[in-house]
């Protein structure tokens, strides 16, 4: 850049400037970009003629690209005293706040010139620059493009003109106009060709877009040589695991790697490494990739991409706190990283650290204007945190001619990252189509939820369920939960509820009671495999007892879409058994294989479906066959409201309290009543 800058300034010397021979070693030097000879060359010089104005002019632009350009300010600025009205001397004075990033220093003093000077081409080249560096695009493109008419061949204008498309495009990609930067870069290959510098940009924001396909297009044109080839491939690897497609992008980083023995590219084979590593964790050879990493250390000590990797692979494998180690030491040696400031920002949400995520998440903001992976954070995590209310409705009937429709009304409103509150209203009507026994609930109840520390929540819920038949009654209801992570890969929840049975009109009129306490325990693994199990523990108002215990090890298939498969198993027993009032056998056994499917149909519409099937027995009774499934659809309407419509079938025995097959289908819609949290303006002070 520099060597460009010193021929653009060398054409603003008259022709019969550059008739002196003498200078012509020196004028060389500052074309050749050589400005350290160059200044020793006309400080020389200007020794045996200290008057000479070209040889001013040449060392003070010597002086200035060779890294001290307030000492050419000052010499140009000793100049103009002696020359005030002098084009050249004007000019390299104004040029001289450029080569010192005094753009704003510069804009008047160009566009003076540029009004007394309306056809030097120097000048208008000069303002169009100055205008880029401030990153006044349009107003720049007018300018180069008036350069460019005084000027139709002149390199030094078209590739100023390339570079302000180039900042121009990437203003539009930051403000998420993507077409208008396409269009802005599609322009540069009228006048040249293939450039690299609009390929590359070309393809990251095909990979900002998705459109994976046209990235990799792109990264084909590309890869002209043999060092262009495994760029390509690098873009190629990402562009493949942007798609879905992780083990082609491991493939493809395999190729790029096997290409690397035959380069001499630091920077390039350090790229290389770091795709490969990616690749590997994206695929979950995750002692793989810790032993690539190890490898790397040993011959790149104390490197960022490092330490990046690192941070990546502890993301992945749940072990947040060295992700946060290396992030913070990433910031450390270089406080405007992105990857150090946002990947920060993800590694204390995944540990639960909530305000402290957003805080890294403006930072990266305030390095990185309108960066849309830093707004998309932040617009989770206020998805997370806003007022919301979400209706559920549902119709279900049973074998035993029983209906019932239920509706329920929750809101919630988070008043910090840690604490929120709640109320929620069911009501729930029963009929049996032959005895024709009615009855209907009503249960309305208010709820705190505080988070003690990072994954250690407390939540307590309290209210009354109204029962009405031909009386009615009231009891009041209580739940209470405390849910943490012992461990990496661990959930544990100890609850306590008490509730009343409404599953239907016999047993609402029953006013049985019900004290449920639990435990859930969820192990999971970096292998694909998982294990979850919940035990309970049920008195209830009648002096019969409940004992529960449910187990599932599952393995994850593909993650997109997600699928697993896994073996239940579930053990009921009873201490009294009233087979007439409802289901209660001394034991009760069942063991079933199931499947899951979730995935998207696009970006705003998702599906689910599980299937179980298997065995189950009640007491010394015959097995018997179960079935369930269940499917739904959820639709993002737009940011703020979302449905979600499902149907559920199962036979069994445990699924009711009265041991019938049943059906439901449902609706349910949720609404977030603002964009933003409450609390949010108190965030970033």
């Not at 002696?82 to 390299?92: A, F, G, R």
């Not at 490092?306 to 270089?334: C, H, P, Q, W």
């Not at 705190?448 to 929540?457: A, G």
Request: proline share 3%; aromatic share 12%.
């Amino acid at each position: 850049m520099l060597r460009f800058l010193a021929i653009i300034g060398l054409t603003l010397i008259t022709s019969n400037l550059l008739a002196q021979e003498d200078m012509t070693p020196g004028f060389q030097l500052l074309e050749n970009g050589k400005f350290d000879k160059a200044e020793t060359f006309f400080e020389d010089y200007l020794e045996q003629d200290p008057q000479n104005k070209t040889a001013k002019l040449c060392y003070g632009r010597a002086v200035g690209l060779n890294g001290d350009p307030k000492k050419a300010t000052a010499l140009f600025g000793s100049l103009k005293d002696s020359y005030p009205n002098d084009y050249e001397v004007t000019i390299n004075y104004n040029e001289s706040f450029l080569w010192d990033k005094q753009y704003e220093k510069a804009k008047p003093l160009y566009k003076d010139l540029v009004t007394d000077y309306p056809d030097k081409f120097g000048a208008v080249l000069g303002y169009a620059n100055t205008l880029s560096n401030l990153k006044e695009y349009e107003e720049a493109l007018v300018w180069v493009n008036k350069a460019i008419q005084l000027s139709p061949e002149n390199p030094g204008a078209k590739v100023s003109k390339k570079y302000i498309r180039l900042g121009y495009a990437n203003e539009y990609t930051n403000a998420q106009k993507y077409k208008e930067a396409e269009h802005l870069l599609l322009q540069i290959f009228k006048d040249f060709p293939e450039d690299k510098d609009a390929l590359t940009n070309l393809a990251n924001l095909y990979l900002i877009t998705k459109e994976t396909d046209k990235a990799k297009a792109i990264y084909w044109r590309y890869a002209t040589n043999k060092k262009d080839s495994i760029t390509a491939r690098n873009g190629i690897a990402l562009a493949e695991h942007i798609a879905e497609n992780d083990r082609e992008a491991l493939k493809v980083s395999q190729r790029a790697m096997e290409r690397l023995n035959s380069v001499n590219d630091t920077e390039l084979i350090e790229r290389t490494n770091n795709r490969y590593v990616q690749a590997l964790i994206w695929n979950r050879q995750f002692n793989k990739a810790k032993k690539q990493i190890e490898l790397l250390e040993k011959s790149n000590p104390d490197r960022n991409w490092i330490r990046a990797l690192k941070a990546t692979l502890g993301m992945y494998t749940a072990n947040f706190k060295m992700s946060l180690t290396n992030y913070e030491e990433i910031l450390v040696k270089d406080s405007t990283s992105f990857d150090g400031n946002l990947g920060m920002a993800n590694a204390l949400f995944a540990s639960d650290r909530i305000k402290p995520a957003y805080n890294a998440a403006f930072q990266t903001l305030r390095i990185f204007k309108n960066q849309k992976d830093a707004q998309g954070f932040i617009e989770k995590l206020n998805g997370l945190h806003v007022p919301t209310v979400q209706d559920h409705a549902a119709y279900t009937f049973d074998n035993g001619n029983n209906v019932a429709f239920s509706n329920t009304i929750n809101g919630l409103v988070p008043w910090s990252t840690k604490f929120k509150t709640s109320v929620s209203y069911q009501y729930r009507n029963t009929e049996n189509t032959v005895t024709l026994n009615k009855a209907e609930s009503h249960v309305f109840s208010l709820g705190v939820d505080y988070k003690l520390m990072p994954n250690v929540n407390l939540s307590s819920h309290i209210g009354v369920n109204n029962s009405r038949f031909e009386e009615s009654y009231s009891q009041p209801v209580l739940n209470f939960k405390l849910a943490l992570k012992p461990y990496r890969l661990q959930n544990l929840e100890l609850g306590y509820q008490r509730e009343m049975q409404s599953f239907n009109a016999d047993l609402i009129e029953r006013e049985i009671v019900m004290d449920n306490y639990g435990l859930t325990y969820n192990l999971g693994t970096n292998i694909n495999l998982g294990w979850y199990t919940q035990l309970m523990h049920t008195r209830q108002s009648d002096d019969n007892i409940r004992n529960l215990l449910f187990t599932s090890l599952y393995y994850s298939v593909f993650r997109k879409p997600a699928f697993k498969v896994g073996l239940n198993y579930q053990y009921i027993t009873f201490k009294d058994q009233v087979p007439t009032i409802y289901f209660s056998p001394e034991v009760y056994r069942a063991g079933e294989v199931f499947a899951d499917l979730r995935g998207d149909f696009s970006d705003k519409t998702k599906y689910y479906l599980s299937v179980a099937t298997g065995l189950q027995r009640v007491e010394n009774d015959p097995q018997t066959p179960i079935f369930r499934a269940e499917a739904g659809i959820t639709h993002q309407f737009n940011k703020r409201l979302s449905g979600n419509l499902y149907g559920k079938y199962s036979n069994i025995a445990s699924a009711t309290a009265a041991g019938f097959e049943f059906t439901e289908v449902g609706l349910k819609v949720k609404w977030q009543l603002q964009e933003k949290p409450i609390f949010f303006a108190k965030l970033d002070n």
